[in-house]
């Protein structure tokens, strides 16, 4: 019956909802990293003598060096070319994923991982991309407690459906229980949301932050923070005081920030900021919550009242 039918779907409409937005979380937080990285290596890899390419044996100590700079991010992997640096033995890029790369020069996805440019020294010509695909984001307890929800929504569901093949009516305080259930399981899945968020923002500003830290190290001593611009697009890069090297939130201007201090060496410090992912995520409240309620909506049509109900 439609009714079971609709008792059914909208549980399980609310966690296939949930997965998607934070795999969308992953997806953004894996293509801004990609990014990031390429930033990162234009502005440290040495050029060979009298071009714009790389000198390809620094450009490889590199590469590699990401692996312990990049704490939030283990799976990275750089292309020159079509060559693997970072793992040797990886697969190589194909001629036609570059090509593609190079018209259409933006982010593409590759074997479910994000693929950003990689450019020259003059920043024009595109010689390899950075690959990094989408992290697992959320704590594990809040997805186990999702799942744990669902399937009690789905018990109550199968209770009810036992109860009308009996020839029993389905009591009103069984669409009550669910009902109740379907609200945690919506108010559950926004946090589940609403951590996976937080993550992304703080994963990226956690090796965005280490990138340019080891950036500072690199070149002659500069002044102002101009230089960082690229390495922290869609960021702001700010002078600041000596902080906790783990990312806080702070609230300025209105918008809600995610903010982590960084060292630059010579007893100067910077504070990096970018806008707080998890900040927009309060209209998921209302849209899980109501998604979750079909279930019970759908439970309604089909109870009757029932003595002792």
């Known amino acids: 019956m439609a009714g079971f039918a ?49 000198d390809l044996s620094r450009l490889l100590v590199n590469a590699r060096g990401l692996e312990s700079l990049l704490e939030a991010t283990p799976e990275v992997e750089v292309y020159h070319g079509t060559a693997p640096l970072v793992h040797g033995g990886a697969r190589p890029l194909t001629t036609a994923t570059l090509a593609q790369l190079r018209h259409d020069r933006a982010t593409e ?9 990689f450019y020259d020294r003059d920043g024009w010509s595109i010689v390899g991309a950075v690959r990094i695909p989408p ?15 669902l399937l009690v929504a789905l018990a109550l569901v199968g209770i009810a459906a036992l109860n009308i093949r009996r020839g029993d009516p389905i009591q009103t305080r069984l669409v009550r229980w669910f009902a109740g259930v379907a609200v945690c399981l919506g108010v559950a899945a926004y946090v589940e949301v609403r951590c996976a968020a937080r993550e992304a923002t703080d994963r990226w500003l956690v090796d965005a932050a280490a990138l340019v830290q080891q950036a500072a190290t690199r ?8 230089w960082a611009a690229p390495l922290v697009r869609g960021a702001e890069l700010v002078p600041g005081d000596r ?13 809600q920030l995610g903010v982590v201090a960084v060292r630059l060496g010579g007893g100067r410090w910077a504070e990096l900021r970018t806008r707080a992912a998890e900040s927009d995520t309060w209209s998921w409240l209302v849209w899980l919550v109501a998604l979750a309620l079909v279930g019970p909506a759908g439970a309604f049509t089909l109870a009757r009242p029932a003595k002792g109900g």
Request: glycine fraction near 16%; charge should be positive; proline fraction near 7%.
């Open 219 to 226: 070149g002659p001593g500069r002044k102002g923070l101009a």
């Open 109 to 117: 996805w590759w074997g479910r991982a994000a693929l950003a440019p």
């Open 135 to 149: 992290p697992a984001l959320g704590p594990a307890w809040v997805e186990w407690m999702v799942f744990g929800l």
């Open 243 to 255: 902080g906790g090297q783990t990312p806080g939130r702070r609230r300025l201007g209105g918008q």
């Open 6 to 54: 609709t008792a059914i779907l909208g549980p399980v409409l609310t966690v296939a909802a949930t997965r998607v937005v934070i795999g969308c979380s992953a997806r953004a937080v894996a293509a801004r990293t990609a990014a990031t990285v390429s930033a990162y290596l234009s502005f440290v890899a040495p050029a060979l003598r009298g071009g714009s390419d790389y």
